[in-house]
């Protein structure tokens, strides 16, 4: 994670944040990946259990199917110089009955501006999971998650040109076999693209 004094200052003060600690069960543990040349953003949700456990971001099953979805090699996703990892919460938020809690919503204003304002302009911005796009999409609210990946890219006041994608959490595959054409004609432009860059 290296990058300039002020990245570097930056990720220590992110790994000292304990802005939410009170609400978190397992306390406070940030995760995020980012240098001052990420060439791609990806904005997700929040840690769970075993990202929690490991401290690596996309350390699972989700991990591995959008790497898969990408058409990236953990060694290039794992290379903040390519790539930037920047959850809508940081750290492990909780279960709630239907899986894990929502992000903590303390978490996204008080870090995303500050990173943003470190990565390059032109970089290639993927939006993962219905949190992330309520936050950078909020013109698009009205859109089904199915609308919003269909129409492909979209363009974001904060980020400029953004591609929504589903989360790749195991939901995911009925989802899949739903809409074939994610699969046929998303996934293939979206190497493409990922791969271009």
Request: proline share 10%.
């Amino acid at each position: 994670m290296s990058g300039c004094p002020s990245t570097e200052s930056l990720h220590a003060e992110i790994k000292t944040c304990t802005i939410c600690s009170t609400h978190l069960p397992l306390g406070p543990r940030p995760i995020v990946q980012f240098s001052s040349r990420s060439r791609i953003l990806i904005i997700g949700q929040a840690p769970g259990t075993k990202v929690h456990a490991s401290g690596v971001p996309w350390d699972d099953d989700s991990g591995d199917r959008l790497r898969d979805w990408l058409g990236l090699e953990e060694e290039a996703f794992y290379d903040p110089n390519k790539v930037a990892l920047m959850p809508m919460g940081f750290c492990y938020p909780g279960k709630t009955k239907g899986g894990d809690a929502p992000p903590r919503k303390e978490c996204a204003p008080a870090w995303h501006d500050r990173i943003l304002g470190k990565l390059p302009r032109g970089r290639l911005t993927l939006l993962v999971g219905t949190f992330a796009q309520a936050q950078y999409l909020p013109q698009a609210k009205k859109l089904s998650l199915t609308e919003r990946v269909r129409q492909g890219q979209h363009q974001s006041e904060a980020l400029g040109p953004v591609i929504p994608l589903p989360h790749p959490s195991w939901r995911v595959r009925m989802w899949m076999k739903r809409n074939p054409w994610y699969e046929e004609e998303v996934l293939p432009a979206l190497r493409q693209r990922v791969a271009q860059i």
